[in-house]
């Protein structure tokens, strides 16, 4: 065959791979920003404003890593982004774990992405040291830091009616709206997550 190489040819197979999972990665991502749109309610997600839009950040983000895999694959970018995105989810995942929570979509997302940070690994192994060691910072940042905590301080800097909305459901509205005074701090005090 006449102009066949097998490293275009491995170069091909690398940006196909690496376009696929980034545009599944994009499309679950795309499908748990729909889901509280249509109804539906991950138990694991905390439901502030920042895991709204962590949904939509991703299928943004992830859709351009699969455009620019496809469009530009010699893209700096594509060399770069596999630590940020390893260490995001590497964080994200510890703390779902050590919390005892499953969403299967972030683990999807993450196993989508690992996916994709192991695929230039082929041609590059010694890049695997940079993603191994984003991997453990992400573990170590999931240990020491909470996105739940990040996630109230966002809603309730930007959206402090969606606070009110994440009371447990024995919380009476009725009480929390009324007040019988004019201060204009009121002080409501329940366990997150308490079903009682």
Not at 12 to 28: I, K, N, Q
Not at 157 to 167: D, F
Request: glycine share 8%.
């Amino acid at each position: 065959m006449i102009g066949y190489s097998p490293m275009i040819h491995d170069r091909r197979t690398a940006r196909l791979a690496l376009a696929v999972l980034y545009g599944l990665a994009s499309l679950v991502s795309l499908g748990m920003g729909l889901a509280p749109l249509l109804g539906f309610r991950c138990e694991a997600c905390s439901g502030g404003l920042l895991a709204l839009a962590m949904p939509w950040i991703g299928a943004a983000f992830y859709g351009a890593l699969a455009a620019v895999a496809l469009r530009a694959p010699q893209a700096a970018a594509l060399a770069l982004l596999p630590g940020f995105y390893v260490f995001v989810h590497g964080d994200l995942v510890t703390e779902m774990l050590l919390d005892r929570r499953c969403c299967w979509g972030c683990l999807t997302v993450a196993a989508l992405a690992l996916a994709a940070s192991a695929v230039p690994l082929l041609r590059a192994p010694r890049e695997g040291v940079g993603i191994a060691l984003a991997a453990i910072l992400g573990i170590a940042a999931g240990v020491l830091s909470s996105f739940d905590r990040a996630d109230e301080l966002v809603t309730r800097t930007l959206w402090p009616a969606r606070m009110l909305e994440a009371a447990p459901a024995w919380v009476s509205r009725d009480e929390m709206n009324r007040c019988g005074h004019d201060a204009p701090i009121r002080i409501l005090l329940f366990e997150k997550d308490c079903k009682t």
